[in-house]
């Protein structure tokens, strides 16, 4: 089974500032696999990103992904209130069908 | 407006059954897989079941096995998750989501782009 790990657990940012989040596997995964979500307390999952780079209908341009491998990465340029959440990293394929990891909170320093 | 809608949701004792249903509004229903996927109370996301469109290819997690089965009526636009010997874990909110396909190259791959808002299951004496 492969385990998806990522770091930092809580990073503490400003609005305007670059985030850079990350999500490791524990075995190589096709990038094609590999999807991004981002959670609001109290709200449903919100697709980002699949395919590790392709953004989801309606996400701007400041979310950003990228990596192949084990290593991928999520990056919002310029940090906009709204995007103060938290962020999972999920892998498509095998057994379980889904894995998420245990997720990123962006939070306001 | 594209909705997904949990109900069925609340209060059962440790070894009781629960059964959710998800409605979908908006959306063309039957062509989708769609997955049932959780959320512990303070904790992270957990894919639990899986079921195809013509409900011919349905997986669960190793942590619902046995004793969860998902099913759809797609004449009803409808989704569900029969729940038995409930345990204090499973006290989760439950979301129902849409899986979309997509091939990048030759992969071909899920990923779940519509989402209920979710329904809270507290297993608890």
């Known amino acids: 089974e492969i385990v998806l790990t990522q770091s930092p657990g809580t990073l503490s940012l400003s609005p305007g500032e670059r985030a850079t989040l990350s999500c490791r596997a524990s075995?190589?995964?096709?990038?094609?696999?590999l999807a991004w979500y981002q959670q609001k307390p109290g709200q449903a999952p919100r697709l980002l990103m699949y395919?590790?780079?392709n953004r989801a209908t309606g996400i701007p341009d400041r979310f950003s992904g990228s990596g192949s491998g084990t290593d991928f990465t999520l990056t919002i340029s310029r940090l906009e209130p709204e995007d103060f959440a938290v962020y999972y990293c999920q892998k498509y394929g095998s057994s379980p069908l889904f894995t998420f990891g245990p997720g990123t909170k962006v939070d306001i320093k | 407006e594209v909705q997904l809608v949990e109900s069925g949701g609340g209060l059962v004792q440790p070894g009781g059954s629960l059964r959710l249903s998800c409605a979908a509004s908006g959306l063309t229903f039957s062509p989708y897989s769609m997955n049932w996927v959780r959320q512990a109370p303070g904790k992270g996301l957990e894919w639990i079941s899986y079921i195809s469109s013509r409900s011919d290819t349905i997986y669960y997690a190793d942590s619902v096995k046995g004793r969860f089965t998902i099913s759809r009526d797609n004449a009803k636009n409808s989704l569900y998750l029969q729940m038995n010997s409930l345990r204090a874990e499973d006290t989760a909110t439950y979301f129902c989501a849409r899986a979309t396909p997509g091939h990048i190259g030759p992969y071909y791959f899920y990923y779940m782009d519509v989402w209920g808002k979710g329904t809270t299951v507290t297993v608890s004496s």
């Open positions: 075995q190589s995964v096709d990038s094609s696999y």
């Open positions: 395919g590790a780079s």
